[in-house]
């Protein structure tokens, strides 16, 4: 079964960026006799294969027409992309899963420079927002421990590509970057896998070094998993929360995010030019946060398209011998992630995809309480010893008479005088309850 085709083609009619624009197909059925093919919109499925030089999916299944993250459903197998395996490093693969070294694949796909292994799942995992970050982790784990020195030639830490458990992979039967035909191999005795056994390879004692997968509770847990129906829809997010419904959805105000200082930009920007760190599997994903902390800090993007490009020559100095080349277009492609929805990514993420060392912010191993005590206590008695750090200083506090909260509380109450009901007033005024039982309590109530 094929979930999902993806594939990029010129049109002159709707062009971004890049002067590309993307075509995307989802699948619902087998999609196996011409009528179902038609219906999707193809003539035949070979025909599909053997017109586009692009053509992609993944091991998961989405609602909806948009590959979009929120859209997916299940997740039927973890994929694990390794690069630069030729054939002693293939020689490799297998031995390691012939060892017990590293689990067995059902499906090994020769990708042009590279090979995906596919580890099918005995049952499909239903992928929750919690689901979709547990099995992040025993893949980051599973791709730490399978793309090793041994089995890749770029087997340095920093070299190894963590990608999310929706990545989509190159479809056997279609081309590759190179025009060969990609191939592959079915290994009938390689068993369906379970999370827990996955997670078992992962959390090997031997592999540490790795930050491996999570704990065996987790694992079993996500066994437990089904879809529920029961969804907060647009509708019900209008009568709970009129304020937000009118700001984002009606107006299409932008959601409210911290104003990051421009430094951010700078430092990741030179990190780019500067790092001896930066590697070739990881270019992509380099420009790609590059734009991510444009969009975070406020940086135009002319002038992230400036600092992309002129990073160009740079990424593709690091091409060497190996014929994967970095060009513009690929930098173009990178300026995507220059969306609001990129503004969330976290640090270990943006780690993980570039291959780049963030630090954290430094406590001296203390944890946050007592460091922020500590930090307390060297303001007030050291460098603001008469408190005057507070002036013109801090949130002021909320008072009746300064509070929209409290305000619409007793607005709501003024309009349902016999109603005692909390939970009504939080519906009907789209705050939380806690908001309402603070502010409930009127001065006409002691009368």
Known sequence: MMQAIYDVEPDASRKNDSGRRSKTWVVVGDATSDEDIKVCGWDSLGQLMGRYKFVVTTPATYVGRRRFKANTRYLYAIAIDLDEVGVPELSEVIHQQTIGMTPQANIIVNSGDGIHLYYILAKPMPLYPKVYETLTNIKKALTRLVWNKASSRTGELNQVQIQPIIQPFRVPGSRTKHGDIVTAWHNAEAPLHTIEELNRFATKSSFKIYNSGVSQEQAQALDKGAYSTNRLTKARAKELYPEWYQRRIEEGAPRKTWNVHRGLYEWWLN??????????????????????????????????????????????????????????????????????????????????????????????????????????????????????????????????????????????????????NKSRCARETGLSRPTVRKWWQSPWDSL
Request: proline letters at 5%; glycine letters at 6%; a positive charge.
């Open 271 to 420: 990190k780019l030019w500067e790092s001896d760190q930066v590697a070739i599997g990881h270019r992509y994903h380099c420009i790609m946060f590059l734009a991510v902390y444009a969009r975070k800090c406020n940086v135009p993007f002319e002038e992230l398209k400036r600092d992309a490009l002129a990073l160009v020559p740079r990424m593709e100095a690091l091409t060497g011998n190996t014929g994967r080349h970095f060009s513009v277009q690929d930098a173009l492609d990178a300026l995507k992630a220059y969306k609001e929805s990129s503004e969330t990514y976290p640090r270990q993420l943006i780690e993980d995809r570039s291959g780049l060392r963030i630090d954290k912010n430094k406590r001296n191993g203390r944890p946050q309480s007592e460091h922020v005590k500590m930090m307390t206590l060297i303001r007030d008695q050291i460098s603001y010893p008469n408190g005057d750090w507070r002036e013109g200083n801090g949130r002021p506090k909320a008072t009746k008479e300064n509070s929209p909260h409290y305000a619409k509380v007793q607005e709501w109450r003024d309009r349902n005088p016999n109603s005692t």
